[in-house]
């Protein structure tokens, strides 16, 4: 048995349908008294709803969080919540507004709630990431991390096909690379397996009978497992990839990584043979060659574009990618190597089968 260290991340979980009615008591349970609620401009009718749930205890509602948190919005933010008076926030959604409510929790340490309506995973991490003249930046601060998340399955029957297919790929993600990262540790390895298998069986069962609540609740259990993993060890080459082509040319989030988790995966499958092999056992397969080209396969099943050019990367951004991306890298298994990697987002330009 090798040395690691596992630390876990303090939080509390409410999980189960119908648990949203329980928001007015965690609320309190956290000693606040103005609970400013959070959400994109799509979902300020849920953001209203919740507001109304939690009566006396709401200072309103600010409906503004948008895609990779830029810093001007982060501040309008906090301005807002300021004026408002607001003791603490309820971000309701996925991780554009987890990561707003995230953005003021930075400067106030002021506590988040946070009611998951996707599987971005964003709910259980202390990371946090603003965008600020085309560059995305992240870091880590536990004053980020959200006391309590409330995750109710019911929440999530709304949220498009599409969308939802997406948003589990991108968490994933988190548990794919959680297996190979540089500070892994059996105890989130585990969580991470266990993820992907449960993500891998779920999705198929939502994009095929949407109102499936049992298969809605699988994949947010996988999600929430996923965020654990990202919580608590490091990302590698997937997450910087898709941090630069996200803050860089603004491409969907969660499309973006699952796009490119075939391409990562297969990247660094020769270097990290074990920890491949078990996510190619939680898909189906046996080898760690078999990871990328089933994780394709499994895009395919769930609808999702293949080609970075459908997600609007420009053909002529894919240098500059490259470049960034090996750019102060992320720890990887395989050495980042800029001809590697720029062939690498070539394929997936094109939307090509990895292996």
């Known amino acids: 048995m090798d040395s690691f260290v596992y630390q876990a991340a303090p939080s509390r979980v409410v999980f189960g349908p119908g648990r949203l009615a329980q928001l007015p008591d965690e609320v309190k349970r956290l000693g606040a008294r103005r609970a400013l609620v959070l959400t994109t401009p799509e979902q300020r009718p ?65 506590p988040i709630i946070a009611v998951p309506t996707t599987y971005a995973g964003s709910e259980v991490t202390p990371i946090y990431g603003m965008t600020e003249g085309r560059l995305k930046t992240t870091g880590r601060d536990l004053r980020v991390l959200p006391r309590t998340v409330v995750y109710d399955p019911e929440l999530t029957l709304t949220l498009p096909v599409g ?21 892994a540790n059996p105890i989130v390895s585990l969580m991470a397996e266990e993820s992907i298998r449960a993500l891998a069986a779920a999705l198929p069962a939502v994009v095929s009978h949407p109102d499936d609540l049992g298969a809605r609740g699988k994949a947010l259990y996988g999600a929430w497992l996923a965020g654990v993993c990202l919580g608590n060890v490091g990302m590698a080459l997937h997450h910087k990839l898709c941090h630069t082509l996200g803050g860089t040319f603004n491409l969907p989030h969660a499309q973006t990584h699952a796009a490119m988790l075939p391409h990562t995966a297969h990247y660094n499958h020769a270097a990290a043979p074990e920890a491949l092999a078990r996510v190619a056992r939680a898909l189906g397969g046996e080898r760690a060659a078999d990871a990328g080209p089933l994780l394709f396969r499994l895009n395919q099943t769930l609808g999702i574009p293949a080609a970075l050019a459908d997600l609007g990367m420009p053909e002529d951004g894919l240098d500059e990618a490259a470049t960034l991306a090996c750019t102060n890298p992320y720890y990887n298994p395989r ?21």
């Open 163 to 183: 969308i939802s297919a997406a948003s589990g790929m991108n968490a994933m993600a988190h548990a794919l690379e959680a297996l190979y990262a540089q500070d």
């Open 335 to 355: 050495p980042i190597e800029r001809d590697a990697i720029r062939a690498l987002l070539g394929r997936a330009w094109h939307g090509e089968n990895p292996a």
């Open 46 to 110: 849920l953001g209203e709803r919740v507001a109304a749930l939690l009566g006396d205890c709401s200072a309103g509602v600010y409906s503004e969080a948008v895609m990779h948190v830029p810093v001007e919005v982060a501040q309008a933010a906090r301005d807002e919540a300021a004026r408002l008076g607001a003791d603490s926030y309820v971000a309701v959604g996925g991780g554009s507004t987890i990561g707003l409510g995230k953005a003021i929790a930075l400067v106030s340490g002021e």
